[in-house]
């Protein structure tokens, strides 16, 4: 079975910055992808960027990239240039390739930004 | 708009009752899934369903029950033998479960379920 770990409770960072959120994971399956989602304080769970296993490079979806560590099992996010309403929880989550396959997400980080 | 629409945002169930949570989605998406999330907690799959009138047990199926008689509907049912039924309750849908690679799953908005 997969498991996600993310041991970040909480960051704070300042507008403008960047902020890495951290996101290790456990899987013997060699095909396997890796999303991040971000939830506000409405609830709805907001899809932001998807790597594969087998992708040469990193993914990037404007502000948001993944930092893809294969052999550490890592899957970071990095925000660049913060702003306030990157303020949500933030949860790591992933997927098997192999048959039929459902997300097993992490607990999440909470992100505040501050002005 | 397409999207995923849950209903109600928020219900309150007695003691002994079942209700039920609504979703309806018009994204044309196979896959439909049902997941729970308590505080400080992340999402756990209650049930999931990868095409028309068949679905899976997820990981906390117990004191739940769902139907899929439209593409377009998913709805859950949480039954008096759930005795921890307070959560807040996340329903959500992809092209398909047995894609390969990619295969996003999009969210609705949640219902919030508390009991009286």
């Known amino acids: 079975a997969q498991k996600i770990t993310q041991t970040q409770p909480g960051m704070f960072v300042q507008e403008k910055e960047a902020v890495t959120l951290d996101c290790t994971y456990d899987t013997s399956d060699p095909s396997y992808g890796l999303f991040w989602y971000k939830q506000p304080s409405s609830g709805e769970m907001i899809f932001l960027i998807y790597?594969?296993?087998?992708?040469?490079q990193n993914a990037t979806e404007g502000r948001y990239s993944l930092n893809f560590q294969k052999a550490r099992k890592s899957a970071n996010l990095v925000i660049s240039a913060s702003q306030l309403g990157d303020s949500a929880m933030y949860f790591c989550a992933m997927t098997l390739n192999s048959g039929y396959s459902t997300l097993t997400f992490g607990k999440g980080t909470m992100l505040l930004v501050s002005p | 708009d397409g999207g995923i629409t849950q209903s109600p945002k928020y219900l309150f169930r007695k003691e002994g009752q079942n209700v039920t949570l609504s979703c309806e989605q018009n994204?044309?998406?196979?896959?439909m899934y049902w997941y729970r999330q308590d505080p400080g907690q992340g999402l756990r799959l209650i049930y999931y369903?990868?095409?028309?009138?068949?679905?899976q047990k997820g990981d906390i199926a117990e004191g739940y029950s769902v139907s899929r008689e439209k593409k377009e509907s998913f709805p859950l049912t949480v039954t008096s033998a759930q005795k921890n039924p307070t959560a807040f309750y996340l329903c959500?849908?992809?092209?398909?479960?047995?894609?390969?690679?990619?295969?996003?799953?999009?969210f609705g908005a949640g219902t919030r379920l508390s009991v009286l």
């Open positions: 369903s990868q095409i028309v009138n068949d679905f």
């Open positions: 994204l044309n998406h196979d896959a």
């Open positions: 790597q594969g296993s087998y992708d040469q």
């Open positions: 959500a849908s992809s092209i398909d479960s047995n894609t390969r690679g990619e295969n996003i799953q999009y």
